[in-house]
């Protein structure tokens, strides 16, 4: 027993000791498109201006995920459209003006700047041919071609003022539409397998991929001017951030917006270089900007994905093992804890990770960003089946011969668990965490998706961007781990099996 005590000891002390990942104190936030990172890029730059340090959540989520960070307190502010925070966040409120939406806003502990300067409202793209050979020019012509094929960002796919409200305003008869990421779109769209996309009118692939905006004719979308949204909290704690935020108000239009897209996904420049040459030509405010190498980069998310994996997978093995001896001992038990913990597996993971949110802000966690308690949450709950069940098989399929002896030796259940199950059952103990280790490997790149960090971050990046290398830098990475592990519990097989109970290789 005190073998099983020491392990589930420096199991704890693995899971608990801090790596070297610092995180800012304050943080701004960004939607997964290249816009909202460089205008992410451009607040963080204008905060380390005005002395307040501060770190950017870049390609933090969707709309509603972002709002919410920011109305949690865990961002401290973000550059959100009007029309979005219109139709989208305040669905079904009926804003009619600024000063319905600011009040609206206040309710949150949430204010807004003044805009921008420019609107980035959406439109409908076709490749240009194809609109012209088909006579398309306004949306409305869609309507007499119903076997087009649409392909929407997921988001556009359910937001108030996307698909569904569109296609019942112009009374458009297609089905077949779907939901895929936004840069893949134009790929899809490029090589012939959707005709109409969603866009941006500041996008700068319309030109390279030479699309065609539609003229919203029946005047749908509003007007998505770009605004800062941004805590009361830090608006008193830190008034020399707002106004060095307020410099971005009527300081951009669509024109110069469309060129700082173009040279981060056009030109291969990075967002922070964009943002920091904007500021430094507009406002003459030189930012420090630091190199990053492909390996430096590879360095600090390995830290985060481990950071990730050692505090999701040891809690699993910790509560799966127990759950699994007691699910061993009672079928019903058994059936129950296995059903719940299969059942957890099948629920898609971005819908676990939203569904977790609330959770883990609820229990006063970060909700999202490095080290995110709703990430850990979800690949605690992913790496239990694994476990239990393979506790439960190893303990099950142990020869009755084995269960006599030790009866006829009059070891209580207690004793007999110690000294004789658990050691038979340790190979297949050990094959359940070793499965589960290696999908928690795969499954924390998701995490990316709320901010937490890791390999999913050059990945998710490499998706938007189009960057074959950006992908590569998550996904070899993570299968190197995957597979650094799987050698790991090989050895330690050596170690964790007593002698008598391991497979000898044939001569």
Known sequence: MKTYLVWAILLVVLATVPLPNEVPKRLVGSKIFTESVILGDMLQQLAEDADVPMGHLRELGGTQVVYQSLKNGEIVGYVEYTGTIDEEIFAGQKISNAAERAEQL????????????????????????????????????????????????????????????????????????????????????????????????????????????????????PTYEAVILYSQSIADERPELILAWSQLAGALDEEQMSQLNARVDLESESESFAAATFLQEKFNIESEMKEETALTRICHTTVEHLDLVRRSLIPAILVAIPLGILASKSAWLGQTVLGIAGMIQTIPALALLVLLMPVAHGLGLSSVGPGSATAIICLFLYSLLPVIRNTVAGLHNIPSAYQDSASALGLSSFWKLNYVELPLATRTILAGIKTAAVLNIGYATLGALIGAGGFGQPILTGIRLNRFSLILEGAVPAAVLALLVQGAFELLERYAIPRGLRVRKSA
């Not at 006579?135 to 071609?145: C, Q």
């Not at 959707?194 to 319309?206: E, G, N, Q, R, S």
Request: proline content about 4%.
């Open 106 to 221: 206040a309710t949150d502990g949430i204010l807004m700047s003044s805009p921008l300067g420019f609107n980035n409202t959406y439109g409908l793209a076709m490749r240009a041919d194809r609109a012209e050979a088909l006579k398309v020019s306004r949306i409305s012509d869609l309507g007499r071609i119903p076997d087009l094929v649409f392909g929407f960002a997921n988001e556009f796919m359910d937001r108030a003022d996307g698909w569904p409200g569109l296609k019942q305003h112009y009374r458009l008869p297609h089905e077949k539409a779907v939901g895929l990421h936004h840069d893949l779109a134009y790929r899809q769209i490029e090589a012939g397998e959707i005709d109409v996309m969603d866009a941006y009118t500041t996008d700068a692939k319309i030109e390279p991929y030479e699309l065609t905006l539609l003229e919203d004719d029946l005047e749908y979308f």
